[in-house]
């Protein structure tokens, strides 16, 4: 069922009378589904659209729009497609028992793939499904990969139904859809000569991979640690060694490094991050690869535009992993404010020691970190520990730690977002 959420003024919404409640039937006879439906059927210049109003009316409006007229009509959240699969390193299944319900929905969904670039394992896909991501040519799509070896990523997925991935992902490829990839390393099982035969079968369907990330298991105190471990650094640079012999080749024959290693699989393996040349578009930031470069990069492309600051003190809360590699990026602030940034290292008390990612910091814990800290012009808190309500993993919120300090606090994704609004 799709309904109206939101109508926005001003927009062929509104003139057509939709209101909050209105459930959407139809386009032109086609039964909408969610919210990919309703984006790819209207963008037709004309249409037949048939609803509910919330008091039961049935109407059928034959639409023309105009040109430059937003149709304005935001839905209703869609109905999350759940996760088939009970992977060992499952986040979800290491989530302390103590949250809010909602993080606790394991998601596979092929369309928030698509619009949000989420890493899907494409298990549960139905016939409709895929008729659906060829016919609206639902590309890039994020894929979790995890290895090509049918039988070992079964076992991986712990689902013995998982499709092989290989011929998922050529059929798709033959129908124009491209893929960013991931592997997710779990050491014993999918790394070796196992990751070896994964990034040459993902090669052999050429250009519609765009790019293969790898990234290390990462665990809180609440895995399953009976089943899965974590990879040492001795692992991590044979790992990297074998990703830096694939992308020489992909840059000798395609022209891109292809493969790359995400931060975190440096950090562990206690080896220098490769320049921000080597992350190209930058297309995994969001798996955690190339965090640091980006952020270099960012600060050196605003140095005109950042403030001076001279001798002010802001404190940049970041989590235990991030805290290793944040002195090189606060020097070039340093050099461009002359402010003085300060690095809070924070322990995550939610998850444990082991979880030392800035993104899945709880408020309490960065509220614990800043409380007696003094002479701060601002604090800087990393932005992905926010929900889209401005709400900390442990439900914590944002406007609640802002009113217990006695400075502002500011989340930022790449510190240039805030130190440019300064004067």
């Known amino acids: 069922m799709v309904r109206v959420e939101s109508v926005a003024p001003d927009t062929l919404g509104a003139e057509l009378g939709l209101t909050p409640g209105t459930e959407l039937i139809s386009i032109d006879g086609r039964p909408l589904h969610d919210f990919l439906d309703w984006e790819f059927l209207t963008a037709e210049d004309a249409f037949t659209l048939l609803v509910t109003l919330p008091g039961g009316e049935a109407v059928e ?8 007229l937003p149709l304005g009509v935001g839905l209703e959240p869609p109905r999350i497609r759940r996760c088939g699969n009970r992977c060992d390193f499952c986040f979800v299944d290491g989530l302390p028992g103590t949250l809010r319900e909602t993080l606790y929905v394991r998601d596979d969904d092929y369309r928030l793939s698509f619009r949000h670039g989420n890493f899907a394992t494409l298990t549960n896909l139905k016939p409709f499904d895929v008729e659906r991501i060829l016919e609206y040519r639902l590309s890039p799509l994020y894929v979790s ?14 689902n013995p139904r998982a499709p092989d991935v290989v011929e998922q992902l050529g059929m798709f490829a033959s129908g124009g859809i491209s893929f960013h990839t991931q ?24 250009s519609a991979v765009l790019s293969v990330s790898v990234v290390p298991v990462g665990l809180t105190e609440f895995s399953k640690h009976a089943l899965v471990r974590e990879p040492t650094r001795d692992e991590c640079r044979g790992v990297i060694d074998m990703l830096h012999r694939w992308s020489e080749r992909a840059v000798h024959e395609r022209g891109a490094r292809w ?55 802001i404190a940049v809360v970041t989590g235990m992993a991030m805290a290793r590699l944040m002195p090189r990026i606060v020097v070039a602030l340093e050099e461009h404010t002359s402010a003085i940034f300060d690095i809070l290292p924070t322990e995550n008390r939610v998850f444990g020691r082991r979880v030392t990612t ?66």
């Open 61 to 68: 409006f034959d639409i023309e729009r105009p040109e430059g």
């Open 145 to 158: 990969v995890h290895t090509t070896d049918p039988i070992i990523r079964r076992r991986l997925l712990r």
């Open 183 to 206: 592997i997710v390393l779990q050491p014993g099982l999918n790394d070796g000569a196992v990751l070896e035969r994964s990034l040459k079968d993902l090669w052999e369907l050429g």
């Open 259 to 313: 493969v790359v290693g995400s931060d975190e699989l440096y950090m562990v393996a206690e080896m220098d991050l490769p320049s921000a040349e080597w992350y190209g578009d930058f297309e995994q930031l969001e798996n955690g690869v190339g965090s640091v470069r980006y952020l270099e990069r960012q600060i050196v492309a605003a140095a005109d535009r950042l403030p001076t600051l001279s001798g002010q003190r």
């Open 358 to 423: 800035a993104g899945l910091l709880p408020g309490q814990d960065i509220r614990q970190r800043l409380t007696d800290q003094n002479g701060y012009r601002l604090a800087l808190i990393p932005a992905e520990s926010l929900n889209d309500n401005d709400i900390f993993i442990d439900d914590f919120s944002f406007n609640e730690l802002c009113h217990s300090m006695s400075f502002p606090i500011h989340a930022s994704y790449d510190f240039v977002d805030v130190l440019t609004t300064l004067t």
